[in-house]
């Protein structure tokens, strides 16, 4: 079935370094790509998405890119801030199936000032 | 506009008893999902409705887990004799299209069953 790897956390970074979290895929078909942010003592949100390849999704300086030759969509930032502290989740759509999400484990980020 | 609410925010219950959980949809969103997020499982699909077809209930863990959407809006999650592994966080989300349209998440209700 389908399914969403993602790499382990915690992550620790220093504000303003670079930020890479790693995600790839399994599906059938084409699917959709989301990244979720849930900040502490809040519901999760949607952070930027991708429906098809090659598309880059972006938002509040983050960005991912719809690999389908890799299967990947990897959360990138140039440069974290304290307010990013946060667990990122990154999840699936799948073209065939109703719309449910399909979800990583999450990776908690720490930025640390 | 008002977002995604859910009721109640906490509700703590005793092994054995039943639960209802609330959800009200974003206005006018004809999807709606309900989600499970656990230390153990991370955060898993249970089941979803849309308009007036057949919900997928594929995800639900047992046949103790029900639910129900009224007039195509509100929907109310049922847990039968609760069991300690029910204890999570029970997410809702809504979306206006059930394919790539963002869903909108709820802030959750949070069981604990002792």
């Known amino acids: 079935g389908d399914s969403v790897t993602q790499m382990e956390g915690p992550v620790t970074l220093s504000e303003e370094a670079f930020l890479t979290i790693n995600c790839t895929y399994t599906?059938?078909?084409?699917?959709?790509l989301f990244w979720y942010v849930q900040y502490p003592g809040e519901g999760l949100q949607l952070l930027l998405k991708?429906?098809?390849?090659?598309d880059k999704g972006s938002n509040k300086g983050f960005e991912a890119t719809y690999r389908k030759e890799t299967t990947s969509f990897h959360l990138e930032k140039g440069s974290v801030q304290v307010s990013d502290s946060a667990v990122y989740f990154c999840a699936l759509s799948s073209s065939s199936n109703t719309g449910k999400l399909i979800f990583g484990q999450g990776t908690t980020l720490q930025v640390k000032p | 506009g008002a977002g995604v609410s859910q009721s109640p925010s906490n509700k703590v219950t005793e092994k054995g008893k039943d639960v209802e959980l609330r959800c009200d949809p974003i206005?006018?969103?004809?999807?709606l999902y309900w989600y499970r997020q656990s230390l153990g499982q991370g955060l898993e699909f249970l089941i979803y409705f849309q308009g007036n077809s057949a919900p997928d209930k594929s995800g639900l863990p047992s046949d103790r887990f029900s639910a129900e959407r009224t007039g195509g809006s509100v929907s109310t999650l049922t847990i039968q004799r609760t069991q300690q592994e029910d204890s999570a966080v029970y997410l809702c989300?809504?979306?206006?299209?059930?394919?790539?349209?963002?869903?909108?998440f709820g802030p959750g209700t949070r069981l604990l069953v002792l």
């Open positions: 599906a059938t078909g084409y699917p959709s």
């Open positions: 989300a809504s979306s206006l299209d059930d394919r790539a349209g963002t869903q909108y």
């Open positions: 206005s006018g969103h004809t999807a």
């Open positions: 991708a429906t098809k390849a090659d």
